[in-house]
């Protein structure tokens, strides 16, 4: 293949990958191929002098998908020149003092306030065209959205959620297949919802890193003090040290250790000039401004041998290959195994069993292999399911290889699919996991799901079972009981419908005013007409209801289920009102259900106590725990559940 070649097959290789990364916050592949790739393509621009004109170093990103109102940026954001070379920054600085900073692995926004307030904020979006997000930003929980300042303020920042809020969330999904993949596209989906409740509960956090524009304000031609007088404005920004030729390497490496340990996601730094107008005197090249560029750490990597690809089928039908070698050390954690992710992948790397191979953690958490030094290209493909022994076959979407498993009956789909039935967010039958499950597979307890609630049938088959009583079958039977009162979102994510998850079940139900027959009976082109669900998604909601077999299955359920009435807007008694739950409960399995019914009616349920708190709801209402001091410092009433079950007439 000829340079002119190659840099087509470049140009269509890495938009695709940023349309999937910008647009559908999917990562088909991982940020160091991205690199690897795209310094390639440069490489050839500069040898040809061929830039074609969708060349990924002319432009930024993609135009968003969304159904957020649109937005021109009065200046369009460009993405910066980059290096991993620590002497690079020593040359770019040429004798000029600059600030160095993290670079975020978030959400980039735009803000402006004017008299004093938040009027617009914005995403990145394609760096010309973004989305309003305004409702959302508001619920940044660090963001001030009233500053002293008055005049027309413009900023820029970076929308984030720290690790350990991103550890708390997954924690809280039972199902590992089912849990977030990394911040950075938590975070994206969390900016982006329809619903500003739900950006709340995910703690985002905003930090500034420019100011593009402050009215009438002196800076003394420093971007340090436009930092720091954003800080006094109450805006929490990026944490940067000043710099020369002289300590610049030292600053460097004391991000390098402090990156250990860092809580906020950091793909690098960002060196920028002190000097205001030397750095707009430079302008900018047709993809990046020359005032600023980016540093990206040299990804830790380590040489080991392959040992075997263990093929893992989901509740889906894909089969996912996965490389597991002889353990390496990386980052402090020991790391055996790493998602290939699809044919298409696995292909590329020509893997082979016994070839050496280079791995490393992207974004320092999730482990990939970035090189073949073998590429013996010798792993054979199953032609049968792991799991059922049925025949695979390979399928490709939007040209990329996938192995599927397509018998209905295999086993793996039923234990993934009747334990996300029983999940969290689905049903919630408290006490069943894929453990318990696949028991009851294996027992021919349960075969789909209206099974679960006819379990009465086997109860000394399950009080003999080992590891079992009956006090185990006692609370399994009080959790389906219930479990069998629902509501109509937490029953379409739990039927395991392709491509719907709970946002989007959420979204569907209320479309629809809740009723489950329309749902059954709309056509693809009504499904796409809700924001948010497009042809894909619409299309598995028809399929699904159309099946035969599934019909079937969903009237067996709905005959031993209730579907929960949902409370009108007129019933919504608690609108405006507050509350924070801590403690046990007594008459809730679980703070979810308790939450689940404030918000129906209208409340919102907080993570901590504010002067905004209606009352904080705890049994022990003398607990000397810091939300209990916390609301009595401010006043807020402390009430238990009796109290909030009188006090509000709700039957529970």
Known sequence: MDSKDRIKELCVILNKASEAYYAKDEEIMSNFEYDSLYDELVRLEEETGIVLSDSPTRKVGYEPVSFLPKYTHATPMLSLSKTKEREELVEWLNGKE???SWKLDGLTVVLTYDGGELTTAVTRGNGEVGEVITQNAMCFKNLPVKIAYTGHLVIRGEAVISYSDFDKI???IENPAEQ???PRNLCSGSVRQLDPKMTASRNVCFFAFALV???GVDFNNSRFEQMNYLSKLGFECVHEERVNKDNILDKIEWYANEIKTYDIPSDGLVLMFDDIAY?????TTAKAPRNAIAFKWQDEQAETILRSIEWSPSRTGLINPVAIFDTVDLEGTNVSRASVHNISVMRSLKLGIGDRIKVYKANMIIPQISENLTMSDSIEIPKECPSCGEKTVIESTEGTDVLMCRNPLCPVKQTKGLTLFASRNALNIDGVSEETVIKFIEKGF????ADFFKLERYKYDIVSMEGFGIKSYENIMESCKNASKTTLPRLLYGLGIDNVGVANAKLIAAFYDYDLDSIRNASVDELSTIDQIGDVIATSIYNYFHDKKRVAEIERLLEVIEIEKVVSDTEKDLAGKTFVITGSLEHFASRDILKEIIENRGGKVAGSVSNKTEALINNDVNSTSG?????????VRI???DDFLSEFNIEY
């Open 98 to 100: 600059g600030l160095l």
């Open 170 to 172: 997954n924690e809280k």
């Open 180 to 182: 977030y993949k990394n």
């Open 213 to 215: 524009e402050a009215e």
């Open 279 to 283: 750095g707009r005197s430079l302008g």
């Open 446 to 449: 349960i075969k789909e799901f």
């Open 627 to 635: 939300k209990n001091k916390k609301a009595k410092e401010l006043g």
């Open 639 to 641: 009430i238990s559940e």
